[in-house]
């Protein structure tokens, strides 16, 4: 049998969440898939480590969504700034979609010390343009023509007509949209 040193990595354990593991240096490497069952278990398994890392503060909600794809771009944004955090339920959610609401959303999860340079962090407006150097060539985001707003998206289907559609025949039907719709104003276009 193979010994694991524990000198140079330290486990933590979040009760329920999963576990984040610490180097040497001090960078949090959040680690997947992993279920702890109980708080004396963790406490047990860190103690049982000889880690002098202390248990972490409580994990709080900084921020609910509804679909996969946003939770992750959230959680890409708050890793690349440094900031450690944890996508609750959303394993769950990736399995059933359906859940989502029944769950409350996928929740994004930092610790408390870490809960204001979050917050800092998805609060960032949305660029304007980019530069040549940053992606290769100059690019400006589409904004809304009505409000000029930047927070906007493409819709590919009429949500309403095709879930309607699939209560009705208990089949999917998708109407097709391929608009742009602003989410400030409401307004929506077709781009020419």
Known sequence: MRSVKTERIC????PGQGLLTKDSAGSGIPSYGVFWPSNAWATTF???SRCDFKMPTELITLQQFRDVPEALLAKGKLESAGIACVLADGNLVRMDWLLSNAVGGIRLQVHQQDAASARAVLDEPIPTEFSEEEVGESYAQPR???CY???IGFEKIDRFWTFGLWLLLSF???VRKNSWKCYTC???WVEE
Not at 11 to 14: E, M, P, R, T, Y
């Open 149 to 151: 707003s930047l927070d």
């Open 144 to 146: 809304c023509p009505r």
């Open 172 to 174: 999917p039907i998708p």
């Open 46 to 48: 860190i103690q049982e």
């Open 186 to 188: 409401g307004s929506e």
């Open 11 to 14: 486990v933590c354990a979040f």
